[in-house]
């Protein structure tokens, strides 16, 4: 593989009006964050939490609260016993779906975690259509593009739900902006105003001003050890959105009659607050350093994409290198210039949930934190990897001169 010498910092020096623009962005969600403490009053008793069953929690039920105002929603639940974004993602479709209802994937066929959930693959008898719900997906126009006809065409009022995968997951579609969203939703709602549109937010939070709620989204699910958690939350999960529909989610989180009433914290309340506080920072720096990585990889002569002139609307930047070697390769280094676990190698393995073999990096802080940067990849055509994260733009900078310098030397 032949590739010329790079110089990460000149490459740097050209990204100074698309690193403006992320500033911006970051600075008016700190501000909407900063607001949002300031009006519910967040205060040190707040940090305080009980045990057992969890009742009378003042510093969750202000939590809640914070997180909604934050997302512009009219109810929220922000909880560590979510143990994934999928999990979360579960509850809010299974709290809400019951059988014989529809639901549809207008953005094509979702993640492969997602699938389960499903149950159009795996272990059908605990998943939605194992419990009567039907389901249906509108593919991507040449499996790249949202089709908005045949979005219209497939909405009707048998459909009582929509999908809307914001992220790519293992895909090279587009990340949808707000705009798609607003416009996605705008399809489905004029073809059934009763459908309940829900947002699969993961990746997504503080890369545009706005959010998926404001582009008329009824619903939106996270991952705090994505970008909502700023890097420090160890663990949990949340779900925004109207009030009946979080609160039939949350009754499948706990219990019917519980909902987001019950539910011990387990002195976990602080560090989602400050996680959420220092979020916009964190997100700015990752986006940042998914841009540099779009520009270096594109002069290196990979397909990219996003490219680097696009406007983001998530974390994740992906590189097709059309050969095994290479994506190995990336990972590799990423872990090798990691904090934690930087003497581990990985290797492509098969992990539950997908087909495919997989090569993972990740040496975080927190066990799997996609905030933090990692990457990884599934060993089948076109060999892309998917690098998400970053603490702080100096490290991404490092690994991503150390992987030029690696694949050049292939």
């Known amino acids: ?71 512009c929603a009219e109810k929220a639940i922000v909880r560590n016993h979510f143990v994934s974004g999928t999990h979360a993602l579960a509850c809010a479709l299974m709290g809400n779906l019951r059988y014989g209802e529809k639901l ?9 975690t997602m699938q389960e959930v499903i149950g159009t693959r795996g272990d059908k008898r605990a998943s939605l259509i194992g419990h009567g719900v039907l389901y249906d997906e509108v593919p991507l126009k040449d499996g790249l593009d949202v089709d ?4 219209e065409q497939t909405i009707d009022e048998t459909c009582h739900m929509v999908l809307i995968q914001r992220s790519r997951g293992y895909s090279l579609r587009k990340t949808l902006s707000i705009d798609d969203i607003r416009k996605i939703v705008s399809t489905v709602k004029s073809k059934n105003p009763k459908c ?70 387990l002195n976990q309340t602080r560090l989602i607050f400050q996680g959420l506080f220092m979020a916009p920072s964190v997100v700015s720096d990752a986006v940042k350093g998914a841009v540099l ?5 594109e002069e290196m002569g990979f397909f990219s994409t996003p490219k680097y002139t696009d406007i983001r ?23 090798a210039l990691s904090p934690v676990n930087s003497y581990v190698t990985p290797i492509p393995e098969y992990i539950p949930g997908y087909d495919d073999k997989v ?8 066990e799997g934190s996609t905030i933090e940067l990692s990457a990884d990849g599934p060993m089948r055509e076109p060999y892309a990897v998917y690098m998400q994260g970053c603490l702080n733009y100096a490290h991404i900078k490092i690994v991503l001169q150390e992987i030029a310098t690696r694949l050049r030397n292939l």
Not at 359 to 366: D, E, H, K, L, P
Request: hydrophobic share 35%.
């Open 148 to 151: 908005y006809e045949k979005i």
């Open 313 to 335: 609307s998530d974390i994740i930047q992906t590189i097709a290198f059309g050969a095994p070697e290479p994506l190995e390769q990336f990972c590799r280094t990423v872990q």
């Open 293 to 297: 990585a779009a520009k270096l990889f």
């Open 196 to 265: 309940i549109c829900f947002v699969d937010n993961c990746y997504g939070e503080f890369t545009q001003k706005e959010e998926p709620l404001e582009a008329g989204a009824d619903l939106i699910a996270g991952s705090l050890i994505k970008n909502p958690g700023g890097g420090i939350v160890e663990t949990g999960g949340y779900i925004a959105g109207k009030e009946e529909y979080v609160e039939q989610a949350a009754q499948r989180l706990t219990a019917p009659g519980i909902g987001c009433e019950g539910g011990a914290m």
């Open 359 to 366: 090569i993972m990096a990740g040496g975080t802080f927190i």
């Open 104 to 112: 549809v994937s207008v953005v094509g066929t979702p993640y492969d």
């Open 1 to 71: 593989m032949e590739i010329t010498k790079i110089n990460i910092n000149e490459i740097e020096k050209s990204l100074t009006n698309q690193f403006d623009y992320i500033n911006e962005v970051r600075d008016y969600n700190q501000k909407k964050v900063l607001k949002a403490f300031q009006d519910n009053r967040v205060a040190p008793e707040h940090f305080m939490t009980v045990s057992g069953y969890g009742h009378d929690d003042i510093g969750r039920e202000v939590l809640d609260k914070t997180f909604a105002q934050v997302f």
